[in-house]
């Protein structure tokens, strides 16, 4: 039992670094706490913690290893999640001025947070995270490396739970602090500017995939 406190720990130290880095998944949530409010920006992190699932499970079933010793197969696998950040990034881009039809702060509130429903919220940051080579490469590094190949599936699944929920609190905390009315205020203040930023970003980040991937 022991050995496995000290995977844990290993493990939670890792993880800590890996997802306080930024990335996509940063990038998504900064976004949408700034375009969207602190409700979108919340499920969108809740997405981003369920869709460390997705790399627990093909971690569990083996086909970590498949992607590991398969380079053309990792390669499509960052060229799709590629596409992906381009497609939200050209999203991004596209944004324009806002005009809105109240003065209120409630009222502004409202408009912003119907910009986005709460199932494409959900889905953006579960595909973020769902297809985020570096994620992929964190768990492929994790698994053969850092977990015994002793340690029990049982064992593995609780390491996993864990990672999807302190990963889903890290960018719910973060939401939570973007989204307050000072940081939005400030940065809102040109949000269009900034969305288009976030989409170069995101764009930027596409390219740096492919071109590593080459």
Request: charged share 10%; aromatic share 14%.
């Amino acid at each position: 039992m022991q050995n496995y406190w000290v995977e844990f720990v290993t493990i939670a130290t890792v993880h800590l670094f890996a997802v306080a880095s930024p990335g996509p998944d940063f990038a998504v949530v900064l976004k949408h706490s700034v375009s969207f409010g602190r409700r979108a920006a919340m499920i969108t992190s809740i997405g981003i913690g369920l869709g460390i699932l997705v790399h627990v499970t093909y971690s569990l079933l083996g086909i970590g290893l498949l992607i590991k010793t398969t380079p053309w197969l990792f390669q499509l696998f960052s060229y799709l999640a590629a596409g992906y950040l381009v497609y939200l990034g050209l999203g991004a881009l596209r944004s324009r001025p806002q005009h809105a039809g109240g003065t209120g702060g409630v009222e502004s509130e409202v408009v912003i947070n119907d910009a986005i429903s709460d199932r494409r919220a959900f889905w953006i940051g579960l595909l973020t995270n769902g297809l985020n080579p570096k994620a992929t490469l964190f768990f492929l590094t994790l698994f053969a490396v850092v977990i015994s190949a002793q340690t029990p599936n049982s064992v593995k699944v609780i390491y996993g739970l864990y990672l999807a929920f302190a990963t889903g609190l890290w960018f719910c905390a973060l939401s939570y602090f973007l989204s307050s009315q000072k940081v939005r205020g400030f940065i809102r203040e040109q949000g269009f500017w900034f969305d288009r930023i976030m989409g170069l970003v995101l764009i930027g980040l596409a390219l740096k995939l492919v071109i590593s991937g080459i």
